[in-house]
């Protein structure tokens, strides 16, 4: 998956900029929120609460906004009631586009993405048109300097991880869900720093794109994030690091 490691850990720098606006904390807070509502406010009984609140953690959120939003996601406090969906279509080149939509007014969330893919020459399509090639999977980027490849691959292994794949400077390290916190424990047990440590869906396969249009596809995609209801984007470029440094 050529560029993407650079790519999530471009977008994990944004993030610690967007962390300054708040932007952060408000996607964080959903994640909590409907997690917490559709898995029970438990961290033992539910990973992704555990992993949402993790990453809050992570992003220096307050310990008392993150009970908040636990409490208004099993309903002991009131709170707005917020919906889970997904939109797939493709960018301009072909690129397969997963959206991760948290939204507490689906009717006004619809028509403003649909607006998006329309603007930058790209195509809503219906459910289950792109999410086949696409798989769910822990995800963690660590830079190539960090460690040899033999050594990661040991420990990786050892913690029940499946794969670690070179990607340019950078490492990937890939595990099944269940497995994602073990393999971010031993990670941090062998002092090994993780620029990105995710559950995000994974492409099968890529689509190669270049110059301009590996430029318009970024754009597309850096629209997409910016949304206010848009979570997660997944898509399932081929793009090279000296582009997606220009």
């Known amino acids: 998956m050529s560029g993407h490691s650079k790519w999530a850990t471009i977008k994990h720098k944004k993030a610690a900029l967007d962390a300054k606006r708040g932007r952060?904390?408000?996607?964080?807070?959903?994640?909590?929120?409907?997690?917490?509502?559709?898995?029970?406010?438990?961290?033992?009984?539910?990973?992704?609460?555990?992993?949402?609140?993790?990453?809050?953690?992570?992003?220096?959120?307050?310990?008392?906004?993150?009970?908040?939003?636990?409490?208004?996601?099993?309903?002991?406090?009131?709170?707005?009631?917020?919906?889970?969906?997904?939109?797939?279509g493709f960018a301009p080149g072909g690129v397969a586009i997963i959206l991760n939509v948290v939204t507490d007014n689906k009717n006004r969330t619809l028509p403003e993405i649909r607006h998006i893919f329309s603007k930058h020459g790209g195509n809503l399509g219906e459910h289950n048109s792109v999410s086949w090639m696409f798989e769910k999977k822990g995800y963690f980027v660590i830079d190539g300097a960090a460690v040899s490849e033999d050594r990661l691959l040991e420990i990786v292994l050892e913690a029940g991880g499946e794969d670690v794949r070179q990607d340019g400077s950078n490492f990937e390290v890939i595990s099944a869900i269940d497995q994602f916190e073990p393999v971010l424990n031993a990670l941090k047990g062998n002092n090994i720093p993780a620029a990105v440590s995710e559950i995000r869906m994974l492409p099968k396969t890529t689509v190669h794109v270049e110059g301009a249009m590996a430029k318009r596809v970024l754009g597309f995609i850096d629209t997409l994030e910016d949304h206010d209801d848009v979570q997660n984007v997944w898509a399932n470029f081929d793009i090279d690091e000296a582009d997606l440094e220009a």
């Open 24 to 88: 952060v904390f408000t996607k964080l807070i959903k994640e909590i929120t409907v997690a917490a509502r559709i898995g029970g406010g438990d961290q033992g009984g539910n990973p992704r609460l555990r992993a949402a609140v993790l990453a809050a953690k992570e992003a220096n959120m307050p310990a008392d906004n993150i009970t908040r939003a636990v409490k208004k996601g099993t309903g002991e406090l009131e709170g707005v009631i917020y919906e889970e969906t997904t939109f797939e």
